[in-house]
């Protein structure tokens, strides 16, 4: 609705919440006393992907952290203190890092181009790339960047798992799973990437199976897969240290 003015934002939402209520009765009532989501969705800030019409979720079923390319940084407090909310005091049971093909983040980390202010932020996901390029390299260069997409959701799911909230939450025994998803704007479907993490098994063996069922999705069919012997991936400055990612977790087990 391209013609749409900031008024007709007020009125269509008025008109959803008198919708609301008739449809509830005192729906609103009851979300003031208490949020409790079962779900934390960490996605990419892109309009096309909206967590909870994708999910069919009502207001109060998922907590919700966006930003650019869906990405996770270690020191990134705004994330982590998104996480630590929704793992402590929301005691959420799934936490969801969605990608979505396409994404103009990744596809500018892929190609190296200048964005401006966004290019640092862009950056943690070209060391994806480069941690990946053998395998990027090997793949046809029109999926490139979908392949890309998944491999930064893999890394993210890596990067939430190891975090001192999830690390302490394992440790005194509490149930939350972490799970790796992508969106398809062309098609609306998300795809489970299979790679869920719920701190009983080693997140190494985990994350290298999930990087290698990218690599062999999106490799050509029938063509088999080749895995780029460590001493070639390594040593070049241009062509960085990588066996896909095999030695990417921080910890062995969490
Ligand atoms: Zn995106």
Redesign the pocket.
Known sequence: MPNESLEDLFAHNRAWSAQMERDRPGFFTSLVKQQTPKYMWIG???SR?PANQITGLEPGEVFVHRN???IVVHSDLNALSAIQFAVEHLKVEHIMVV??Y?????KAALSGARIGLADNWIRHIQDVRDRHIAMLESLPEEVRVDALCELNVAEQVVNVAVSTVMVDAWSRGQKVRIHGWSFGVHDGLLQDLQMSVDGSKPLDAIYKAAVQRIRYKWSKPGEALTIVPRSKAEGSPSQPASLDGATRPASPAV
Do not use: E, I, T, Y
Request: overall charge negative; aromatic content about 0%.
């Open positions: 990419c800030s892109d992907v650019v390319a869906n990608g979505h396409g994404c103009a983040g990744v």
